[in-house]
C-alpha cells in the first residue's frame, strides 16, 4: 500500500481527493478539488455558504459520486462506494444537529454504535463467547465516555442531554464505531463559546491520545483555528487557499470572498 507523505500538513496522508467535480444541473457545486488529509491530524475546511464544503464532504463519505476525479482512502480507491461500505473502511461522518437515538441511554446509543455488536449473529448471542463480546463493548463503552467526561450521564436519555453533550456523544459514538477517520459536519454549531473550546478540546484530545483523523467543516473560524493543523478555503466549488491556519486565514482572496463577504 502506498503511503503519501504531506506537503502541507506534514505526516502521511490517510485521505485525498484527486480533482473531483460534481454538478448540480448548471450548478458546478464542486469543481476539481484535490485535498490532502494527514493522519493524526485535524484538516479544517472553511467557505462562505454555497461554497461547495458541504458537497465536498458529501462526495468523500460516499452521499454523493463524484462526476469526475476520485477519493483515495489510505491507499484505497473508494470513489463512488455507498455510504455504509465507506464507514465499513473506518469513515464516520457526524452532523451539524446530532442524531443520537434520543430514547436509548448514553451507554445504549454507544453499545449499538460498536461495529462488532451490529454484526452479532443469533447463533453468536446465544453462545458464551457472546458473553465475553458484551463485556468487552461495555469495558469499551466505559472507556470512551470517561474519556468524554460524559460517565456521570451514562444513564440519561439523549434527550435529557445539552446541546454541548449531544456534540460530544456523536465524537463518542463515532469512536465506539473503530473509526480512523471522523468526518464533522459544524461541530460547535449553536454552542456557547466556553462549551465550544471544551468540543474542539475533545477532538484535539482524540487526535493526539486515540490516534484517529478529523476532518471538520466550521463557520466559527474565532474558535476552530486555534485548534486545526491544515486549512482549505473553498469558494465557489474551488479551493481557493489551503495550509497552516494563520496564512490561510490572512490570503487576501480568502478574505476576499469569505471574511470580508
Known amino acids: 500500500m502506498e503511503h503519501v507523505e504531506s506537503s502541507e500538513g506534514g505526516g502521511r496522508i490517510l485521505l485525498e481527493t484527486r480533482s473531483v467535480s460534481l454538478s448540480f444541473g448548471a450548478l458546478r457545486a464542486v469543481d476539481s478539488v484535490s485535498i490532502h488529509v494527514p493522519e493524526n491530524k485535524i484538516t479544517l475546511i ?12 458529501n462526495i468523500i463519505s460516499g452521499v454523493y459520486k463524484p462526476d469526475s476525479g476520485s477519493v483515495i482512502y489510505d491507499g484505497l480507491d473508494i470513489t463512488g462506494l455507498p455510504p455504509h461500505r465507506v464507514n465499513e473502511l473506518g469513515i464516520v461522518r457526524t452532523f451539524q444537529i446530532p442524531q443520537p437515538f434520543l430514547r436509548l441511554t448514553v451507554l ?41 467526561n460524559l460517565d456521570r450521564v451514562w444513564d440519561h436519555y439523549a434527550y435529557q442531554l445539552s446541546g454541548g453533550q449531544l456534540k460530544l456523544l456523536e465524537l463518542g459514538r463515532a469512536l465506539m464505531n473503530g473509526a480512523r477517520l471522523i468526518i464533522m459536519d459544524e461541530p460547535i454549531a449553536g ?11 475533545y477532538m484535539r484530545k482524540a487526535v493526539g491520545e486515540l490516534g484517529v483523523t478529523i476532518v471538520a467543516v466550521e463557520h466559527r473560524l474565532d474558535i476552530a483555528l486555534k485548534y486545526v493543523d491544515l486549512v482549505y478555503a473553498m469558494h465557489r466549488g474551488k479551493v481557493i487557499a489551503s495550509g497552516d491556519p494563520d496564512s490561510v486565514v490572512n490570503n487576501p482572496l480568502v478574505i476576499e470572498s469569505y471574511l470580508g463577504g
Open 108 to 148: 445504549e446509543n454507544l453499545l449499538i454504535s460498536d461495529r462488532g455488536i451490529a454484526r452479532t449473529s443469533l447463533l453468536e448471542s446465544l453462545s458464551r463467547r457472546w458473553v465475553s463480546k458484551e463485556v468487552e463493548v461495555c469495558e469499551k463503552a466505559y472507556r470512551i465516555l470517561k474519556f468524554l
Open 46 to 57: 472553511i467557505g462562505p455558504n454555497g461554497s461547495g464544503k458541504t458537497s465536498l464532504i
Open 191 to 201: 454552542i456557547l463559546p466556553t462549551l465550544a473550546h471544551t468540543i474542539f478540546g
